[in-house]
């Protein structure tokens, strides 16, 4: 089942992304996690440029394992998320092949 995980920076959010970046970075690279990661990255404000949070759409067991998934996240031990939200997904449209159709 896919899973959309939905993370928002606490107010000193950037200082401890700066200071757990290689541990997240590490992590995300693991295999065997409890989630696979279809699509990840950071959210940002209007300016296209200050982080302000983390998305993730992640394929997993269950909602158990997607929730094991971000818990274990540097990240996530470090405080930097005020809030995180894990709710399940279903895909409907994936328009991700059409360029590449259009392109032959």
């Known amino acids: 089942m ?3 995980i939905r993370c ?3 107010p000193g959010g ?4 700066r200071r ?7 992590y995300l690279a693991e295999t065997g996690k409890a989630a696979e990661i ?4 950071p959210l940002v404000a209007q300016d296209a440029v200050t982080v302000t949070g983390s998305a993730y759409l992640v ?3 269950d909602m158990g394992a997607a929730r094991a998934f971000i818990e274990a996240d540097p990240y996530h031990r470090a405080g930097v998320w005020e809030s995180v939200s894990v709710e399940g997904f ?6 991700r092949g059409l360029q590449a159709n259009r392109q032959q």
């Open 20 to 26: 757990n970046f290689q541990a997240h970075q590490g």
């Open 8 to 10: 928002i920076d606490q």
């Open 38 to 41: 279809l699509i990840s990255g």
């Open 90 to 95: 279903i895909k409907k449209t994936d328009n």
């Open 14 to 17: 950037p200082e401890l992304r």
């Open 2 to 4: 896919h899973f959309l």
């Open 59 to 61: 394929e997993a067991a």
